[in-house]
């Protein structure tokens, strides 16, 4: 199975950084892509940044400028950093990996437990 590990969530003031982490482990093939999604109080999940083993990235519209998603690839780590924030970015923010358990097995998407990002005002 695939265990996801979010860290680097906390309170932080409008305006401040915050870095959170993700580490991937157990038997795992690949990992195509990684990601963070988020979920704020009330509204549904929504995508935030993912970013492919190639280094290929998308991110959502309401953070793009504000956010840096990066990996390691060796490490099954995926990295989002977040600047200028606000208090709308408070959410819970979830991990996701799409990833290939063995070489002839199809790509299936894991959740990390998420991290709690609140930004006070």
């Known amino acids: 199975q695939v265990r996801l590990v979010e860290s680097g969530g906390g309170l932080v003031q409008a305006g401040d950084a915050l870095r959170v982490s993700c580490e991937a482990s157990?038997?795992?093939?690949?990992?195509?892509?990684m990601g963070w999604y988020r979920q704020a109080p009330g509204k549904l999940r929504e995508l935030v940044a993912t970013?492919?083993?190639?280094?290929?990235?998308n991110c959502a519209d309401s953070v793009k400028g504000r956010v840096t998603i990066s990996r390691d690839n060796a490490k099954r780590v995926v990295y989002l950093e977040m600047n200028s924030l606000k208090p709308e970015d408070t959410a819970v923010y979830y991990c996701?990996?799409?990833?290939?358990?063995?070489?002839?097995?199809?790509?299936?998407?894991?959740w990390g437990q998420g991290t709690q990002v609140t930004v006070s005002s």
């Open positions: 996701y990996v799409r990833a290939k358990l063995h070489l002839m097995s199809g790509l299936t998407d894991y």
């Open positions: 157990g038997n795992i093939f690949n990992i195509p892509v």
């Open positions: 970013i492919t083993s190639g280094g290929d990235t």
